[in-house]
């Protein structure tokens, strides 16, 4: 599996933005995927996670304001981000993990950045 992220870009606060994760290769339903971040100069964070099965999790900063959704009939999962904060200001990745025949696999796609003016 090879992810793609894409989307970010630079936005003034209260705007919105959709980040795509998109993955080629087989089996990519069978994967969880997670939207991870990395303010500047902080750790990477999780941001919002969507299951196999469709489950869906949200950290504290991404509840209200951002919805993880996924599309495994196009292999993507958009993140979409309403009423952004500069705080909201970092590299953004997706990350796939998955247990296939007992083994993990886990990918990382490369970051795309948002910026958020005030």
């Known amino acids: 599996v090879q992810l793609q992220a894409s989307g970010g870009g630079l936005v003034q606060a209260g705007g919105s933005l959709t980040l795509s994760c998109a993955a080629s290769?087989?089996?990519?339903?069978?994967?969880?995927v997670n939207w991870y971040r990395q303010p500047p100069e902080q750790q990477r964070e999780r941001v919002a996670s969507?299951?196999?099965?469709?489950?869906?999790n949200y950290d504290d900063l991404a509840k209200g304001r951002f919805t993880i959704s996924r599309d495994n009939a196009k292999n993507t999962v958009p993140l979409q981000m309403n009423n952004l904060k500069p705080e909201d200001t970092a590299v953004y990745y997706c990350?796939?993990?998955?247990?296939?025949?007992?083994?993990?696999?886990?990918?990382w796609g490369q970051g795309t950045q948002v910026t958020v003016s005030s």
């Open positions: 290769g087989s089996s990519f339903s069978a994967y969880g």
């Open positions: 969507i299951s196999s099965g469709g489950e869906i």
């Open positions: 990350n796939a993990r998955g247990l296939l025949s007992g083994r993990w696999y886990i990918y």
